[in-house]
């Protein structure tokens, strides 16, 4: 059964600490990426990755750190700098940057107290 | 930087009803994508406009990309109640950030049954 997976679905944590939200594929894509999702805002782009060892910053990386070590596997970690950090986080790949689509995971929601 | 302009940000409307949304991009675009998100769900890819002037169509669903490549609507003839969930259209950039999508707000349907 192939696809994106992401978890938790929900996720809770106090105002200071740093967070680690995972992302996996086993659709063998080479491109992936981290959006976030706030209500009336659509979706903007975090960090994209198009190969293993190499990221790059999207729109909103301020706060936002990513590794990719892996090809299958791209986490993102919401530090303590992160000022808003509560919304719904979206994982998603493609084969490679710029094709045609790009197929999402089902989103962790982050919810900071 | 680029943006993606999308209206209307809602839309009610009865069943049967015609529901169009409208992208607009303040630059030129390589091509533009649509995505639909149903209530607690995750963006799923409905298609990809790349020619000037193309209008593509799935089942009730009419797709259409400006002859300048700077707009975009989507259009659902005679709605029902599983077409419910937020549309989104994603633009494509020729240069910098190639290969990103620029997402709009999105367009957030509701049909009354």
């Known amino acids: 059964d192939g696809g994106i997976t992401q978890s938790p679905k929900y996720l809770f944590r106090k105002e200071g600490q740093n967070v680690t939200l995972s992302c996996e594929q086993n659709l063998n894509h080479d491109a992936m990426y981290w959006y976030r999702q706030d209500p009336g805002q659509g979706l903007r782009l975090i960090y994209y990755s198009q190969i293993v060892n190499d990221f790059q910053k999207g729109d909103i990386a301020e706060g936002y750190s990513v590794s990719r070590e892996k090809k299958e596997s791209f986490p993102l970690t919401v530090t303590s700098a992160q000022k808003n950090p509560t919304a719904f986080y979206l994982c998603?790949?493609?084969?490679?940057?710029?094709?045609?689509?790009?197929?999402f995971g089902p989103g962790t929601r982050l919810t900071v107290t | 930087g680029q943006q993606v302009m999308q209206i209307p940000q809602y839309q009610h409307v009865q069943e049967g009803e015609d529901f169009t949304t409208y992208c607009n991009s303040s630059t030129t675009l390589s091509n533009i994508q649509w995505y639909k998100q149903r209530p607690g769900g995750h963006p799923v890819f409905l298609i990809q406009l790349v020619k000037s002037g193309e209008v593509k169509k799935q089942k009730r669903l009419t797709f259409q990309f400006g002859e300048a490549k700077k707009n975009s609507s989507l259009h659902i003839t005679a709605t029902q109640t599983t077409d419910v969930g937020t549309y989104f259209c994603?633009?494509?950039?020729?240069?910098?950030?190639?290969?990103?999508?620029?997402f709009g707000k999105g367009t957030k349907l509701s049909v009354k049954p």
């Open positions: 994603a633009g494509q950039n020729y240069g910098g950030s190639q290969g990103n999508l620029i």
């Open positions: 998603a790949s493609s084969p490679q940057r710029g094709a045609v689509e790009q197929y």
